[in-house]
């Protein structure tokens, strides 16, 4: 099946700072969505894109299809940005996760 | 926008019990699914469904079951709640695949953090 692989596990940065966290996945999708999960355990959706590039306010992600990457860009981070983010793809009919990126902003 | 809603954020069941999470979508979507999610382990699919009446299992049905008799509501059941069911469980839906833009976009509740003593 597909294995989808985030990087990296974990990053802490200051306040402001830029970063990019990645996903590479096994196979070709056309399905795959960045979610961030807050630390009440709250899923929320970032961006549904299975190629191409998107932007919404300080988060931008792009994917690579033929290459089999994408990425999620952050700048400017806040405080409020902390917590882990999950990259997913469309396996046979559910999605498939990868281990996600838990990322603490300091103040 | 899309909501999705759980009956309850916290909740705490003794062993044996039979616990019942419910879940609402309002977006009309066919699709609904159940996770749990434990440290270290990451999001694992429970059952899921992909219309009324219709269940299919994921990776870890056993110990659970569910009911879907409406479209908006997906209902999970543990029918005699253990420890090892202590969980953070999560809800979703999404529309069925190939239906346009943005098809099969997951959208998830808040969670329900179930302990069982």
């Known amino acids: 099946g597909i294995q989808v692989e985030q990087s990296p596990p974990d990053l802490i940065l200051q306040e402001g700072a830029n970063s990019t966290l990645r996903c590479n996945f096994s196979d070709s999708v056309n399905n795959l969505q960045w979610f961030h999960q807050n630390p009440w355990g709250q899923l929320i959706n970032l961006f549904y894109i299975p190629s191409g590039t998107k932007q919404n306010g300080r988060l931008s992600a792009t994917t690579v299809a033929t290459e089999r990457y994408s990425l999620l860009y952050i700048s400017s981070s806040q405080t409020t940005d902390s917590g882990v983010y999950f990259c997913?793809?469309?396996?046979?009919?559910?999605?498939?996760w990868g281990a996600g990126t838990k990322l603490i902003i300091k103040p | 926008d899309v909501k999705v809603t759980q009956s309850s954020r916290y909740l705490v069941k003794r062993t044996g019990e039979k616990v019942f999470l419910e879940c609402v979508q309002d977006m009309d979507h066919e699709n609904m699914f159940w996770y749990r999610q434990d440290p270290g382990l990451g999001l694992r699919l429970i059952y899921f469904s992909y219309d009324v009446k219709m269940k299919e299992k994921g990776d870890i049905p056993e110990g659970y079951s569910v009911s879907r008799e409406k479209k908006e509501r997906f209902s999970l059941i543990l029918e005699s709640a253990s420890t090892n069911q202590t969980s953070m469980y999560l809800c979703?839906?999404?529309?069925?695949?190939?239906?346009?833009?943005?098809?099969?976009?997951?959208?998830f509740g808040p969670g329900t953090r179930l302990t069982v003593t």
């Open positions: 979703a839906s999404s529309t069925l695949i190939g239906t346009g833009q943005g098809s099969y976009e997951q959208y």
């Open positions: 997913a793809v469309l396996g046979n009919y559910q999605l498939i």
